[in-house]
Nanobody, 120 residues
C-alpha cells in the first residue's frame, strides 16, 4: 500500500526526549520532501520540520535547537528527534510526503498521526 506509518509517540516528562519514526511504503521515498507536522487540541496544524531529498532541513522557530529531522533513504524512513521537550510540544504528530513539479504538488501523502504528550 501507499502509506506513511508513524511510531514512537507516547508520554514523556518535561525535559525528556522522544524519537519519532515514519516508515514509508508504496512510493519512491527518495524523491519526496518529507515533513513532520503537529496539531495540538484547538490549534491549527503546523509544520514542525522538513527535509528535502538532499537532506536540507528547515525548522519552526519554536523547535529550533531542540528537534532534529533526518532521513534514511535506504530504509525509507524519516525521523524526528525531540529533545528538551516542553508541555507545549504536546500534540498529534503527523508525517508528510510531498513531491513538487515546477513548484506544484503532484504527490501529497499523510500518515495517521502519533500522540506525543509532555506532562509531569
Amino acid at each position: 500500500q501507499v502509506q506513511l506509518v508513524e511510531s514512537g509517540g507516547g508520554l514523556v516528562q518535561p525535559g525528556g526526549s522522544l524519537r519519532l519514526s515514519c516508515a514509508a511504503s508504496g512510493f519512491i521515498f527518495s524523491l519526496n520532501i518529507m515533513g513532520w507536522y503537529r496539531q495540538a487540541p484547538g490549534k491549527q496544524r503546523e509544520l514542525v520540520a522538513s527535509i528535502t531529498s538532499e537532506s536540507n532541513t528547515n525548522y519552526a522557530d519554536s523547535v529550533k535547537g531542540r528537534f532534529t529531522i533526518s532521513r534514511d533513504n535506504a530504509k525509507n524512513t524519516v525521523y524526528l528527534q525531540m529533545d528538551s521537550l516542553k508541555p507545549e510540544d504536546t500534540a498529534v504528530y503527523y508525517c508528510n510526503a510531498v513531491t513538487f513539479i515546477t513548484k506544484r504538488p503532484l504527490f501529497d501523502l499523510w500518515g495517521q498521526g502519533t500522540q506525543v504528550t509532555v506532562s509531569s
